[in-house]
C-alpha cells in the first residue's frame, strides 16, 4: 500500500517562493532514495530532484539547479521541495516518489500538487 500524498502547491508569483511537501507511506521511507517530479498536460512527467536515503546527496536536472532544494524528514516520512525564484515554466503539477535505479521506484502515484507560476 505505496501511498504519496503531496501538498502545498498554489499560485505564486514569478520570483517568489513556494515549498511542497509529500507525505510517504507503505513502504521504509528512511532507507529510500526519493525524488520530486513535475508534470504539465502533454507532456512527459519530468524528473526534477533527487535525495539520497539520510539527506547526504542531492541531484538536480538543470532547469531548477541554484533555485530549488529537495529535502527530507525522515522521522516525519516526508519530503520537501523548496521552490524559490519561481518562473512561470515552473508551472506544474509536482509529484514525489521512491527513487530507481533508472526512473521511479513505483507504478503508483499520488495526486500530486498544483503549482501555478502567474503575475
Known amino acids: 500500500q505505496v501511498r504519496f500524498v503531496e501538498s502545498g502547491g498554489g499560485l505564486v508569483q514569478p520570483g517568489g517562493s513556494l515549498r511542497v511537501s509529500c507525505a510517504a507511506s507503505g513502504f521504509t521511507f528512511s532507507s529510500s532514495p526519493m525524488s520530486w517530479y513535475r508534470q504539465v498536460p502533454g507532456k512527459e512527467r519530468e524528473l526534477v530532484a533527487t535525495i539520497t536515503s539520510t539527506g547526504g546527496s542531492t541531484n538536480y536536472a538543470n532547469s531548477v539547479k541554484g533555485r530549488f532544494t529537495i529535502s527530507r524528514d525522515n522521522a516525519k516520512n516526508t519530503l520537501y521541495l523548496q521552490m524559490n525564484s519561481l518562473k512561470p515554466e515552473d508551472t506544474a503539477v509536482y509529484y514525489c516518489?521512491?527513487?530507481?535505479?533508472?526512473?521511479?521506484?513505483?507504478?503508483?502515484w499520488g495526486q500530486g500538487t498544483q503549482v501555478t507560476v502567474s503575475s
Open positions: 516518489n521512491a527513487k530507481g535505479w533508472l526512473g521511479p521506484r513505483y507504478d503508483y
